[in-house]
């Protein structure tokens, strides 16, 4: 029977490529479970089996507690000092002492229980070695058949014991899916779970387009195409941003391929999806003008502090440019980044020379000059006080217009503005009176308060919203009084959780 269980254990270990030592331990855990039950469901057990002969001894154990412990609940399992120490002359308290009892026979009962726990130790190393296998490959595109379709998404079967999973909110809409088609999908996440699904998958991310173009197209792959974002309406419409790192290739006619086959082998894998592949370009303006394609952009007027970008069209274009449900002019700004506002050419002229009416009267007050200076500015494209201010003196004489006595005086006048924006904005700040939520909080004083108000944390609010390193300056307060006033100024938040909860 010993010859017969390391027998057992030789061909599970091969047959499943699960390391032996994991099969030894599911056996002696069969059998302790198998002697507690003629000793007593109480006691505990430990069985010990020999790696060489396949014998094997049991021990019934006891878990040692001080003389003087009131911890003792289960007296089958559990000993005080006193009694351990026939058992064991070198217990301790917190240890285990252990004698050797007699072992049930590997029979039928023994067999079936070893059954159980082999097949779940089995199934759990099975798991885990799948973890092991794909933790490295997230962000990987995989491919498999389709095992089975439920209400809450995918189940593939990657080969090697290896399930995928893709969530119903990571499938392409309307996507028709049947057992046993063949389908691909991007590894996102890799779960150490013992049930349930471990590999989750996505075909609705951008990545997972970037990652079907670097498979259709050689020269992604090679690295002489660079693919520089993407952005889905999954099923429907795609962009990609394409760059060529070698001047003799055509990045968009190598994405798309001979009469479109490339294209269209990454539009049929994704349900139909339309992909229109973008030029990129360094100027993010002709890079947006690229993107709005298949709308011709006419201007495009661009508001760096915004990050936006005003984009003007053909009045019979308009429609074509926002796209259905408004989907062409998201991609656009997904894809770059940048807020787009589309308008017809009508709309933008009009929105222009309202700018130019609000900035000439602007320039007139602020900077006390007369209607044709101010105008001259803002043809010249100064659009700020502070760009007057501090902008090369070289541009401003370069004006005919203007000289060197006028580019001075213009710069001294937008530079007092600025100053007298600065007095006034440190006044009010230092003028501020701290609010009666803040006065009364718990560990705050009068005088400290009144600090932080100088500072722009007038309310028991503005205090709740900072962090502890945004007050590390504030004199007098050290960090650890600053965590409490802040929890303490939060305490209301948690309140009204617990109340709505």
Same mark, same amino acid.
């Given at each position: 029977?010993?010859?017969?269980?390391?027998?057992?254990?030789?061909?599970?270990?091969?047959?499943?490529?699960?390391?032996?030592?994991?099969?030894?331990?599911?056996?002696?855990?069969?059998?302790? %479970?198998?002697?507690?039950?003629? /000793?007593?469901?109480?006691?505990?057990?430990?069985?010990?089996?020999?790696?060489?002969?396949?014998?094997? @001894?049991?021990?019934?154990?006891?878990?040692?507690?001080?003389?003087?412990?009131?911890?003792?609940?289960?007296?089958?399992?559990?000993?005080?000092?006193?009694?351990?120490?026939?058992?064991?002359?070198?217990? #301790?308290?917190?240890?285990?002492?252990?004698?050797?009892?007699?072992?049930?026979? *590997?029979?039928?009962?023994?067999?079936?229980?070893?059954?159980?726990?082999?097949?779940?130790?089995?199934?759990?190393?099975?798991?885990?070695?799948?973890?092991? =296998?794909?933790?490295?490959?997230?962000?990987? &595109?995989?491919?498999?058949?389709?095992?089975?379709?439920?209400?809450?998404?995918? *189940?593939?079967?990657?080969?090697?014991?290896?399930?995928?999973?893709?969530?119903?909110?990571?499938?392409?809409?309307?996507?028709?899916?049947?057992?046993?088609?063949?389908? +691909?999908?991007?590894? /996102?996440?890799?779960?150490?779970?013992?049930?349930?699904?471990? &590999?989750?998958?996505?075909?609705? !991310?951008?990545?997972?387009?970037?990652?079907?173009? +670097?498979?259709?197209?050689?020269?992604?792959?090679?690295?002489?195409?660079?693919?520089?974002? #993407?952005?889905?309406?999954?099923?429907?419409?795609?962009?990609?941003?394409?760059?060529?790192?070698?001047?003799?290739?055509?990045?968009?006619?190598?994405?798309?391929?001979?009469?479109?086959?490339?294209?269209?082998?990454?539009?049929?894998?994704?349900?139909?999806?339309?992909?229109?592949?973008?030029?990129?370009?360094?100027?993010?303006?002709?890079?947006?003008?690229?993107?709005?394609?298949?709308?011709?952009?006419?201007?495009?007027?661009? $508001?760096?502090?915004?990050?936006?970008?005003?984009?003007?069209?053909?009045?019979?274009?308009? !429609?074509?440019?926002?796209?259905?449900?408004?989907?062409?002019?998201? &991609?656009?700004? =997904?894809?770059?980044?940048?807020?787009?506002?589309?308008?017809?050419?009508? $709309?933008?002229?009009?929105?222009?020379?309202?700018?130019?009416?609000?900035?000439?009267?602007?320039?007139?007050?602020?900077?006390?000059?007369?209607?044709?200076?101010?105008?001259?500015?803002?043809?010249?494209?100064?659009?700020?006080?502070?760009?007057?201010?501090?902008?090369?003196?070289?541009?401003?004489?370069?004006?005919?217009?203007? $000289? $060197?006595?006028?580019?001075?005086?213009?710069? %001294?006048?937008?530079?007092?503005?600025?100053?007298?924006?600065?007095?006034?904005?440190?006044?009010?700040?230092?003028?501020?009176?701290?609010?009666?939520?803040?006065?009364?909080?718990?560990?705050? @004083?009068?005088?400290?308060?009144?600090?932080?108000?100088?500072?722009?944390?007038?309310?028991?609010?503005?205090?709740?919203?900072?962090?502890?390193?945004?007050?590390?300056?504030?004199?007098?307060?050290?960090?650890?009084?600053?965590?409490?006033?802040?929890?303490?100024?939060?305490?209301?938040?948690?309140?009204?959780?617990?109340?709505?909860?």
């Amino acid at each position: 029977m010993n010859k017969e269980m390391l027998l057992v254990i030789e061909t599970v270990s091969n047959e499943k490529g699960i390391e032996k030592e994991i099969i030894f331990e599911a056996m002696e855990a069969a059998l302790a %479970s198998a002697t507690r039950k003629r /000793y007593g469901e109480e006691v505990e057990v430990r069985t010990s089996i020999d790696r060489e002969t396949g014998s094997y @001894d049991s021990f019934r154990q006891w878990t040692v507690f001080a003389d003087d412990s009131d911890e003792l609940e289960f007296p089958e399992r559990e000993l005080r000092m006193i009694d351990a120490v026939d058992i064991d002359p070198d217990a #301790a308290p917190g240890g285990i002492v252990e004698e050797p009892i007699e072992s049930v026979e *590997f029979g039928r009962i023994a067999a079936q229980t070893a059954k159980q726990v082999i097949v779940q130790k089995v199934r759990e190393a099975e798991r885990l070695k799948v973890v092991e =296998e794909f933790e490295e490959r997230v962000g990987e &595109l995989l491919g498999g058949i389709v095992k089975r379709v439920d209400r809450n998404g995918i *189940f593939i079967d990657l080969g090697t014991n290896a399930e995928g999973f893709i969530p119903r909110e990571a499938m392409i809409p309307r996507e028709p899916v049947r057992p046993q088609d063949r389908l +691909k999908a991007l590894l /996102y996440e890799v779960r150490s779970e013992m049930r349930g699904p471990q &590999l989750f998958m996505n075909r609705t !991310s951008p990545q997972f387009l970037v990652e079907l173009f +670097k498979i259709e197209v050689p020269e992604v792959g090679q690295g002489l195409i660079e693919i520089l974002g #993407a952005a889905r309406d999954p099923g429907l419409r795609a962009k990609i941003a394409v760059k060529s790192n070698d001047a003799r290739i055509d990045p968009v006619g190598a994405c798309v391929g001979m009469r479109g086959s490339r294209v269209q082998a990454v539009s049929n894998e994704l349900a139909g999806e339309r992909v229109d592949i973008i030029l990129w370009d360094e100027n993010p303006a002709q890079f947006v003008i690229n993107a709005m394609s298949p709308a011709d952009v006419t201007s495009v007027v661009v $508001d760096e502090e915004r990050h936006s970008m005003d984009i003007a069209v053909e009045e019979d274009k308009l !429609s074509q440019a926002i796209g259905r449900g408004g989907q062409n002019i998201r &991609l656009a700004s =997904e894809l770059s980044g940048w807020e787009l506002n589309v308008m017809t050419e009508a $709309d933008a002229d009009e929105k222009s020379e309202e700018e130019a009416k609000e900035l000439l009267e602007a320039f007139k007050e602020q900077l006390d000059v007369d209607e044709e200076v101010a105008l001259i500015l803002v043809q010249e494209g100064f659009s700020t006080i502070e760009e007057i201010a501090y902008v090369p003196t070289s541009e401003l004489v370069g004006i005919e217009e203007f $000289d $060197d006595s006028i580019v001075e005086e213009l710069r %001294s006048r937008a530079r007092d503005v600025l100053l007298i924006r600065a007095i006034a904005s440190e006044e009010k700040i230092d003028e501020a009176e701290p609010a009666e939520d803040l006065l009364s909080l718990d560990g705050m @004083d009068r005088a400290l308060a009144f600090v932080l108000a100088s500072r722009g944390v007038v309310t028991r609010e503005d205090l709740a919203e900072q962090a502890v390193d945004e007050l590390a300056d504030v004199e007098d307060l050290d960090e650890e009084r600053a965590a409490a006033l802040i929890m303490s100024a939060r305490a209301h938040w948690f309140e009204n959780e617990e109340q709505a909860g």
